[in-house]
């Protein structure tokens, strides 16, 4: 399930306020991020992948299973994984088998610089929303908010 919102700060908090409670009651896993146009390190794909990962990983003993994986397949950490390899292991947790729901709550998609030059980090960052959307996967459920941007709208509404 996608969903595009436009709402208030205050209506934000509230979607994030009742998913946690459902979280914190074990019967759902949530991640979410806030871009923030006065934070370079928060407007990319950069700060997105390995914030939902590692927020995550500590909510499931297998979701830190296939972090581990990863992390074994990158000599401990000394090599950066790339983007791809960010996102492979965020689907890999998505799709393991029998878990909770998943909530994914990405905050001001349109704080993501628009920049020519190709691509751009919005553009990235569509790529990998697209790409979560691509997987329909019934436990995974997307909460993006955004002004009204045409680039923005021309990816996710479809």
């Given at each position: 399930m996608t969903r595009v919102i436009n709402r208030s700060a205050a209506q934000r908090s509230s979607i994030i306020q009742d998913i946690e409670n459902g979280s914190n009651a074990g019967s759902a896993f949530?991640?979410?991020?806030?871009?923030?146009?006065?934070d370079a390190s928060?407007?990319?794909?950069?700060a997105l992948l390995?914030?939902?990962?590692?927020?995550?990983v500590h909510q499931s003993d297998s979701f830190c299973d296939i972090l581990?994986?990863?992390?074994?397949?990158?000599?401990?950490?000394?090599?950066?994984p790339s983007d791809h390899t960010l996102l492979q292991c965020l689907v890999d947790m998505i799709l393991v088998p029998g878990q909770?729901?998943?909530?994914?709550?990405?905050?001001?998609?349109?704080?993501?610089?628009?920049?020519?030059?190709?691509p751009s980090p919005r553009d990235k960052v569509l790529a990998v929303v697209e790409k979560?959307?691509?997987?329909?996967h019934?436990?995974?459920?997307?909460?993006f908010t955004s002004r009204p941007e045409i680039?923005?709208?021309?990816?996710?509404?479809?």
């Open positions: 949530i991640a979410y991020l806030f871009f923030d146009n006065k928060k407007q990319d794909t950069r390995p914030s939902l990962i590692v927020q995550l581990v994986g990863y992390h074994t397949t990158h000599q401990s950490g000394s090599r950066q909770l729901p998943i909530y994914l709550i990405i905050d001001a998609l349109d704080e993501c610089p628009n920049t020519t030059g190709m979560l959307a691509e997987l329909n019934p436990n995974l459920h997307l909460y680039d923005i709208r021309t990816s996710i509404e479809p």
